[in-house]
């Protein structure tokens, strides 16, 4: 049981450059979450899925797409990055239970945009 | 959403009960106190949850004043291990398409620093 995993560990963009990051889970889990973390400050969520085939926006959405591909994957892509999504991205998902909201982490994409 | 206050840093010796408080003064009676925290480099780490009633489980203790509006995260033997941020967060319940979830919303927490 991997729990929440990511794809890359890390990145280096040129501005401009697009890439997906990805991230899986195996805890069959309905809801998935992808957050962004700048140094000194919590985490921002970017976007979330409730169940699959749903997405809705977090607090910063702006520069970002995701895409639920199906319960375990949960991916998201930056269509043409900025310096000012250098950051590190964390993945989570989140049991089933409405009553119980324990997300779970994957280890983060620590990514860097020149 | 419940806006909660930790302070931005605490030590604790090691072995020492360590005692991390929060202020949530504007909680609803439905929202929840999570408690997770971040070690280094890594994501962050579920510790404990409560409405009302004090919860104890392997990693710690959470004590929630009768009021709700003020909790403590117990720590009762920190380790070198412990050093982390630790987030205190209110679990907002938000409605979407006719179906209720939850939302944390991660503030920037306290840095335990757990010393020999």
């Known amino acids: 049981n991997a729990g929440v995993t990511q794809t890359p560990k890390f990145q280096v963009l040129k501005t401009g450059q697009s890439m997906t990051l990805q991230c899986a889970q195996d805890m069959n889990h309905n809801s998935m979450y992808w957050y962004r973390q700048d140094p000194g400050m919590g985490l921002r969520l970017i976007y979330y899925s409730a169940s699959e085939g749903t997405t809705d926006k977090g607090e910063v959405p702006n520069g970002y797409n995701v895409s639920r591909l199906n319960k375990r994957e949960f991916s998201l892509r930056l269509e043409s990055a900025a310096p000012s999504q250098t950051s590190v991205y964390f993945c989570a998902s989140r049991s089933s239970d409405k009553k119980r909201e324990t997300q779970y982490f994957g280890p983060g994409t620590r990514l860097l945009v020149l | 959403d419940a806006k909660t206050t930790q302070p931005p840093s605490m030590d604790c010796a090691e072995g020492r009960a360590a005692n991390l408080p929060c202020n949530h003064s504007?909680?609803?009676?439905?929202?929840?106190v999570y408690w997770y925290r971040q070690i280094h480099s890594q994501g962050p780490q579920y510790i404990i949850h409560g409405l009302k009633n004090n919860e104890t489980n392997e990693m710690a203790s959470l004590i929630i004043t009768e009021d709700r509006k003020s909790s403590t995260l117990i720590l009762p033997h920190a380790t070198l291990r412990d050093t982390a941020v630790y987030y205190c967060i209110v679990r907002v319940t938000f409605n979407a398409g006719g179906t209720s979830y939850g939302k944390l919303t991660f503030g920037q927490g306290t840095i335990l620093t757990v010393h020999p």
């Open positions: 504007t909680i609803s009676g439905n929202e929840y």
